[in-house]
Structure formats: C-alpha cells, structure tokens
C-alpha cells in the first residue's frame, strides 16, 4: 500500500475519502508491545494515530528496536494450586517454592512440609 503513493500527502487525502483521520503523536519516548515471551522496545519511535468510526490503529515507524526475553514460568496455575492445597500454604508461598524446586511439584511439597 506505501508504495502506491509517492507521499504522505496522498496517503492523507485517500484516508480522508475513506473516512479515517490521521493525526501524528508528539514526544513519544518509546512504545513496548509485551509479548508472553518478550518485550519489544521501540525507542524515539514516530507514531501515527489512525482513527475509523468505530476503532484506532497506532502505525509505529521505528529506528531502533530493542528485544527483551521474558523468562517463561516452568510451572502453571494449576500446579501452584496443588501445592496449595497438599501443604496448606499460601499461594505466594507455593509459586515462591516451585520457584526453588524449578517446577517440580514433588520437590515443593516435600519442601515445604519437611519444615
């Protein structure tokens, strides 16, 4: 679609046919989209709010990009609810002891009843 028009003019002028309203962002610093698995980092971004009756597209041109890995859980909710519910603790005190064990459920348990 950008290369059919030779200029922001153009693209400004169809978005107007078309109903949308273009508006640039002054001073943005950075955008983040966090993901489960990372964040990316958009610094000193140029940001473009595009508006339709009834939605908002943000178009983010970008000259430095920064990615950050997430480390991921190895455990889920269901497991911190099992340690819950075998060791009468806390749910901060089970996810803190999957933690220590690295995921493993037994571990936690025997963990935390050995006290």
């Known amino acids: 679609m950008i290369d059919m028009f030779r200029s922001n ?3 400004r002028r169809m978005f107007d046919k078309m109903g949308l309203n273009m508006n640039p962002l002054e001073n943005i610093e ?3 989209i966090k993901m489960s698995n990372k964040d990316i980092i958009i610094k ?3 940001v473009t709010e595009i508006r339709a009756q009834d939605s908002t597209i943000y178009q983010i041109v970008a000259e ?3 990615e950050v890995a997430k480390e991921v859980k190895k455990f889920s909710e269901e497991d911190i609810m099992l ?3 075998q060791t009468g603790v806390t749910k901060e005190v089970a996810e803190k002891a999957l933690e220590d064990a690295e995921g493993d459920i037994a571990r936690a348990i025997l963990t935390l009843t050995s006290k």
Do not use: G, L, N, Y
């Open 9 to 11: 003019r153009q693209m």
């Open 30 to 32: 950075e955008v983040i």
């Open 44 to 46: 000193k971004p140029s």
């Open 64 to 66: 430095d990009i920064e």
């Open 83 to 85: 340690v819950v519910q």
